[in-house]
């Protein structure tokens, strides 16, 4: 894989958490009620997607310091 | 008024499921989520919907190729290409597919609810942080690639079959015909379909048709 591809993958997959994270975010900052419920499951998701930014930063600098 | 319904077609389950139901609360309808290419041409071809969100990788598998699929199938269908990625290259190729839409992840579930409901009522959307970068390209781009279906029509044309002939030889129907020669006449700049056919040849999207009158 040449390293525009690496970066190009690398980009992909860390945006991908971080629309859920800014996504959820985003309702939970807004005007509209939420449910209780509701307001449970997206603080989830966000902390889920939040492990999963943690694991691939930490993935990428170990890469970093392999180098 | 009737939701508009959606098919989202994204590899990463946490955020398929987020989509949905951060999509839902605006009033969409997700009649189906799939994670690989295979899955979401299928839902496509059930539902119909009225707009499908595809991410532009699907693990090893190209959303822009399978948009390239579900508008060769038919070019009425409207998809909205979905991307953490703002690479211009990435951008120009999921717009010659055919995509009409291209929104980044990085943008809010507002900003995707509104690409999607202008990509479904007709409307093309590039989101706007991409836009600098479209502009400063389009001032040194080269002409809009002719997709394999656009070319295979151009070909068949420029062997002398009609359009109708053209359908029946492809198995699709005029009208499906009749747009992707008007997709390709846009994109050509064309304004007859004989202008067309010539700027084609002219471009190397076609070869010229065999001197002995053979076709294949």
């Known amino acids: ?61 170990d890469d970093q310091q392999g180098a | ?49 009225d707009v499908a969100l595809v991410d532009i990788r699907l693990g090893d598998e190209s959303g822009i190729d399978l948009t390239r699929e579900l508008l060769d199938a038919d070019p009425e269908r409207r998809v909205v290409l979905y991307t953490g990625s703002s690479d211009v290259e990435l951008l120009i190729s999921g717009l010659d597919s055919g995509a009409r839409g291209y929104a980044l992840k990085e943008g809010t579930p507002n900003e995707l609810t509104a690409a999607l409901n202008t990509v479904a009522e007709g409307g093309t959307y590039v989101d706007p942080r991409l ?44 009208e499906t015909v009749k747009t992707h020669i008007r997709n390709a006449m846009s994109k050509l700049e064309a304004s007859t379909r004989v202008h067309a056919i010539a700027i084609a040849l002219r471009e190397g999207y076609i070869q010229p048709p065999a001197s002995d009158g053979q076709t294949a």
Do not use: N
């Open chain 2, 131 to 174: 836009r600098p970068q479209l502009l400063s390209r389009q001032a040194t781009q080269r002409m809009p690639s002719l997709s394999k279906r656009e070319r295979e029509i151009m070909d068949l044309l420029a062997q002398g079959l009609t359009g109708e002939q053209v359908a029946e030889k492809l198995v699709l129907s005029s």
């Open chain 2, 1 to 49: 008024m009737t939701p508009l319904s959606l098919v989202l077609i994204e590899d990463h389950q946490a955020l398929r499921e987020g989509l949905e139901l951060l999509l839902s609360r605006e009033g969409l309808e997700v009649v189906g989520t799939a994670g690989s290419a295979g899955e979401g041409r299928d839902l496509v071809e059930r539902h119909s919907p």
């Open chain 1, 1 to 61: 894989m040449s390293a525009d591809e690496r970066r190009r993958r690398l980009r992909h997959d860390l945006h991908t958490p971080l629309t859920i994270v800014s996504g959820f975010a985003e309702v939970l900052a807004g005007d509209r009620a939420i449910s209780d419920e509701d307001r449970r499951e997206y603080a989830t998701r966000i902390h889920a997607a939040a492990i999963e930014i943690r694991r691939l930063v930490d993935a990428l600098l």
